[in-house]
């Protein structure tokens, strides 16, 4: 080919046309401008025929991020701007959430106690703002993420099932020791292997000061209780960030018909 444009058979120009001209293979959104290809091709006078990177490719990586955080379907309903408040109490929580991620840095962000406060929703707008500023984003619902963990914990396979949420830019992780009730409603403690899985991913993440953020309905200080090694790490890293809410069912909106 070289030499066809060497002798002028082929000019660098028609060359250029042809490639625009070509469909790619990439997937997920129909490109008017490279065909799917994430390339673009021209002929230029210092260089010959060159290529770069369609725009589209911005829009690509921001949609395998997103996947890859197994956030898409939260994204939308947990905004900033649809976090309703009626009180000091929420306002404070939101702006401080905002103020995280203005922030940046390394410091983590905690949300523990009762149920309903919309503990998950400025969890969520956080990750997704992360996910707009091009951070990858891993969402560990603690739950079912830690069934899978401890039931491969003594094979090789552990390390490489835990490693995406030990090096992740920024780990979301909520509902952190959630656990059943027993016969008289009192809510289980957390097992010998929530506790060893919880110390080795956040003391990882602790040792990488790695941004990661809690949501529990443990408080701050139920969880040093229930293990203070993972607890005083999580509350060392999240200072300025930490919010702890005692029981209180008249700030839980969904028995007092807010949303989240």
Same mark, same amino acid.
């Given at each position: 080919?070289?030499?066809a444009?060497r002798?002028g058979c ?49 829009f690509r990586r921001?949609?395998a991020?997103l996947?890859r955080?197994?956030?898409?379907g ?10 309703r408040?009626?009180? #000091?109490?929420q ?6 959430? #905002? #103020? ?23 969890c969520?707008?956080?990750a997704?703002?992360?996910? $707009? ?11 079912e993420?830690?069934a ?7 094979d ?10 030990k $090096?992740?830019?920024?780990?979301? *992780?909520d ?26 991913? *956040? ?13 529990t ?13 993972v607890?005083?790490?999580?509350y ?5 960030y930490c919010?702890?809410?005692s029981?209180d ?12």
């Amino acid at each position: 080919m070289a030499e066809a444009y060497r002798s002028g058979c082929i000019s660098e120009r028609t060359e250029a046309e042809r490639l625009n001209e070509a469909r790619g293979s990439l997937t997920g959104y129909d490109c008017p401008v490279c065909r799917n290809k994430g390339l673009i091709y021209s002929e230029t006078k210092e260089k010959g025929l060159v290529c770069r990177e369609c725009a589209c490719m911005d829009f690509r990586r921001a949609q395998a991020r997103l996947l890859r955080s197994g956030l898409q379907g939260s994204l939308e309903a947990y905004r900033f701007d649809n976090f309703r408040m009626h009180a #000091q109490w929420q306002e404070r929580f939101k702006i401080t959430a #905002q #103020q995280y991620v203005r922030e940046g840095g390394d410091a983590w962000f905690f949300a523990g106690g009762q149920p309903g406060v919309g503990k998950t929703h400025l969890c969520t707008a956080i990750a997704g703002e992360f996910l $707009e500023q091009g951070k990858a984003v891993r969402y560990m619902l603690w739950k079912e993420a830690s069934a899978k963990l401890k039931a491969s914990v003594n094979d090789p396979e552990y390390e490489r099932l835990l490693r995406p949420y030990k $090096e992740a830019d920024v780990l979301y *992780i909520d509902d952190l020791f959630k656990t059943g009730r027993d016969e008289t409603g009192r809510r289980r403690p957390p097992t010998a292997g929530d506790v060893n899985l919880a110390f080795d991913l *956040i003391n990882a993440r602790c040792i990488n000061r790695a941004p990661t953020i809690l949501s529990t309905e443990l408080t701050i200080e139920e969880l040093i209780e229930a293990d203070e090694a993972v607890g005083s790490r999580v509350y060392q890293r999240s200072k300025g960030y930490c919010f702890s809410f005692s029981p209180d069912r008249g700030k839980n909106f969904r028995l007092g018909g807010g949303d989240s």
